[in-house]
């Protein structure tokens, strides 16, 4: 227990603070989950725009100093890096039908 007024007062002003912090970094957590689940879901179009409000509230919570910007930084390289692997992934699922034509053009040419 603080005895001076000045260390019961930075008391309060810290509990204030907590409460403050708390709710802006459980909605980033919660934003940077929805935009996991859509990207992992299939739902890039969903994903892209889950993606960008991840980022400005991790943006907003660095700019607050609720979370350190490197912190951030990190944050939104990784999410963006899982949605540009499950875009890339997703144009390439066309590609076994070219294969299958490719095997075609191979067959006949073995047999001539």
Same mark, same amino acid.
């Given at each position: 227990?603080p005895?001076?007024?000045?260390a019961?007062?930075?008391?309060r002003?810290?509990?204030?603070?907590r409460?403050r912090?708390?709710?802006v970094q459980?909605q &980033?957590?919660?934003?940077? &989950?929805?935009?996991?689940?859509?990207?992992f879901?299939?739902?890039l179009?969903?994903?892209?725009?889950?993606?960008l409000?991840a980022?400005?509230?991790?943006d907003?919570?660095?700019?607050?100093?609720?979370?350190? *910007?490197n912190?951030a930084?990190?944050?939104?390289?990784?999410?963006?890096?899982k949605?540009n692997?499950?875009?890339?992934?997703?144009?390439?699922e *066309?590609? *076994?039908?070219?294969?299958?034509e490719?095997e075609?053009?191979?067959?006949?040419?073995?047999?001539?």
């Open positions: 227990m005895h001076s007024k000045s019961q007062k930075r008391v002003v810290a509990e204030k603070r409460f912090n708390r709710s459980s &980033t957590k919660t934003n940077i &989950t929805k935009a996991e689940r859509l990207i879901s299939g739902e179009e969903a994903a892209r725009e889950a993606v409000a980022i400005s509230s991790l907003k919570a660095a700019e607050k100093g609720i979370i350190h *910007p912190n930084a990190r944050r939104k390289s990784r999410l963006m890096q949605l692997q499950a875009q890339a992934s997703s144009l390439a *066309p590609a *076994p039908e070219e294969s299958e490719t075609q053009t191979e067959q006949t040419e073995q047999n001539k």
